[in-house]
T-cell receptor
Framework: KAGVTQTPRYLIKTRGQQVTLSCSPISGHRSVSWYQQTPGQGLQFLFEYFSETQRNKGNFPGRFSGRQFSNSRSEMNVSTLELGDSALYLC??????????????FGNGTRLTVT | KNEVEQSPQNLTAQEGEFITINCSYSVGISALHWLQQHPGGGIVSLFMLSSGKKKHGRLIATINIQEKHSSLHITASHPRDSAVYICAVRSARDGGSQGNLIFGKGTKLSVKP
């Protein structure tokens, strides 16, 4: 069974640009969540989707947005990039959301550098 | 004060030693996750706990819901266990649905041969 796939692996953008990252969950998983990891703040929760609906949202500005498609694939978008957005962005998929907590399966991440 | 506190932040051990990493949290939770991250970024889920104790190979995870505390133990540590270990809690919302994931800062473990 294929794991969680994130594309692209590396990305370099300029301040003010926007970026879209993609996450394909494990087949059959319907929940996808996104995280930002920086050396200073560690791992922080961005948002979580289940059945194409955002179920939870972390404490990030509105420049960070996401969506989930009917095949459970998810994208996140960051608009008007700032230098501080440079980070490793990770997504994770899990089988369930509402019924029971489920183990998380992480992708390898997208490393975004903003110059 | 962070909602999830891990200790120690850094840990150096000799191969074969018994290792304990602690995690304390201050919110109501539906589950607690222990994660392992090797250099290069990949994160692996080691355990998900709602109560009691789980064991997988040389790794043991325990949780005390009343005391809001969890421990990750590594028996007979090996250099390949060198990694960052991260505790994360799934907060519980009113009505029983699952809330956000809140992460500890991680424990960097280095096991020397």
């Amino acid at each position: 069974k294929a794991g969680v796939t994130q594309t692209p692996r590396y990305l370099i953008k300029t301040r003010g640009q926007q970026v879209t990252l993609s996450c394909s969950p494990i087949s059959g998983h319907r929940s996808v969540s996104w995280y930002q990891q920086t050396p200073g703040q560690g791992l922080q929760f961005l948002f979580e989707y289940f059945s194409e609906t955002q179920r939870n949202k972390g404490n990030f500005p509105g420049r960070f947005s996401g969506r989930q498609f009917s095949n459970s694939r998810s994208e996140m978008n960051v608009s008007t990039l700032e230098l501080g957005d440079s980070a490793l962005y990770l997504c994770a998929s899990s089988l369930f959301f509402r019924v029971l907590p489920s183990p998380l399966h992480f992708g390898n991440g997208t490393r975004l550098t903003v110059t | 004060k962070n909602e999830v506190e891990q200790s120690p932040q850094n840990l150096t051990a000799q191969e074969g030693e018994f290792i304990t990493i602690n995690c304390s949290y201050s919110v109501g939770i539906s589950a607690l996750h222990w994660l392992q991250q090797h250099p290069g970024g990949g994160i692996v889920s080691l355990f998900m706990l709602s109560s009691g104790k789980k064991k997988h190979g040389r790794l043991i995870a325990t949780i005390n819901i009343q005391e809001k505390h969890s421990s990750l133990h590594i028996t007979a540590s090996h250099p390949r266990d060198s990694a960052v270990y991260i505790c994360a809690v799934r907060s519980a919302r009113d009505g029983g649905s699952q809330g956000n994931l809140i992460f500890g800062k991680g424990t960097k473990l280095s096991v020397k041969p």
